[in-house]
């Protein structure tokens, strides 16, 4: 994470987050969906900007800002097609808002906005009035069969695990590269 103007920081990703995001406008280059809402809030961020991921089906790609608008916390979206994904830097300075949910349309960001205007107006958002509900990130076993390995579905790079060596993997996750945690 990096620090920026005073209250908002950046990250790469809201799988690594620490105590900078807490209380903090978090712009970071994860997916809009819900475990990075969920995450986002987890770790106390006052308000956070993702990236929207292309929207998706069924609209995956920001499902994550209804899930913050039910616990008020203000939330939006930058277009993929304006910052990298897995790049929070990249959005707060280049990204353009996409989406934005209630909470966040209540301090007047909107769709066509420069996230670093956003997240300016994002630094005035009242803290969440209720805790993120739970969400236990998914792994499905997809196919076994003798002699083959197995393929199993996981939600998040982040369920990742040792057991995982030889599997054949279908992630969730953007899948940019991201830096180590410094």
């Known amino acids: 994470m ?20 807490s209380g903090a406008v978090l ?10 809402a969920f995450l986002s809030a987890t770790a106390g961020a006052r308000a956070v900007i993702l990236n929207d991921a292309g929207v998706g ?3 995956a790609g920001i499902a994550g800002l209804a899930y913050l608008d039910d616990i008020g916390m203000a939330a939006a979206a930058v277009s993929h097609l304006t910052a990298r994904i897995g790049d929070g830097a990249d959005a707060l300075r280049r ?10 349309r209540a301090l007047g960001v909107t769709a066509g906005m420069r996230c670093g205007d956003a ?9 969440a009035h209720a805790a993120p ?10 196919l076994r069969a003798a002699g083959r390995p197995e393929v ?31």
């Open 152 to 182: 199993w579905g996981l939600d998040s790079i982040g369920k990742l695990a040792a057991a995982d060596a030889g599997r054949i993997l279908v992630i969730g996750s953007h899948g940019a590269f991201t830096r180590r945690p410094r």
């Open 27 to 36: 712009v970071a280059g994860s997916h809009c969906g819900v475990i990075a």
């Open 119 to 127: 997240a300016e107006r994002l630094r005035h958002a009242p803290a």
């Open 57 to 59: 089906k069924d609209r």
């Open 95 to 104: 990204g353009t808002i996409s989406h934005a949910n209630r909470a966040a």
């Open 2 to 21: 990096r620090p920026c103007p005073a209250g908002i920081v950046t990250a790469e990703s809201v799988t690594a987050l620490g105590v900078s995001a």
């Open 133 to 142: 509900p739970p969400y236990a990130e998914g792994r499905y076993l997809l």
